[in-house]
């Protein structure tokens, strides 16, 4: 049987058909392997293939950030707002109560017994790697600052506005 880092390397040589199917042997011995679902996802280029590699490794870590930006990065950038507060298109802010709720009731469908897993099986099309950037936080940080220099500038125009209407009204009035 292959080893992670055995596929990680073929993976980072380019051959990438033999890292995939390595890690799809890795994940035949061990469906939790979340290093393994994310060496796959590198390395498939189906959108859809990916999406099921980063949905597997949320239900096994509902927390983890890699897989959660590899499905940001799945989506159209169209909504920076959105992406900036983790809220994936067509879904709504939750209160935190329902959430925790929804969560427990999830964890209570998923969990069968300690060795059996609820997780999809392994996607089967690939084609070549595309090298797709990862959100990074200049984006977001740049996109914070053109929203503060376009108030900035929105206030200097209005008071620049007023004065023009203040000297006129006087020029206009006499004074």
Known sequence: MPTFSEAKQAAEQGHLQQARLMYEAILQENSRSVESWLGLAEVLTETEDKRVCYDNVLKIDKKNQVAKDGLRNL??????????????????????????????????????????????????????????????????????????????????????????????????AGG
């Not at 929804?102 to 392994?122: G, I, L, N, R, Y």
């Open 75 to 172: 989506e159209p950038q169209t909504d920076q707002l959105r992406q900036m507060f983790d809220i994936a298109p067509g879904e709504t802010q939750q209160p935190i109560e329902s959430s925790l709720e929804e969560d427990e009731e999830e964890d209570e469908e998923t969990q069968e017994s300690p060795s059996k897993s609820k997780v999809k099986a392994k996607p089967t099309k690939s084609r070549a790697k595309t090298k797709k950037g990862k959100a990074d936080s200049a984006n977001e940080t740049s996109m914070v600052v053109l929203v503060a220099i376009g108030f900035a500038l929105s206030i200097v125009v209005f008071g620049l506005i007023s004065v023009v209407i203040f000297i006129g009204l006087n020029s206009f």
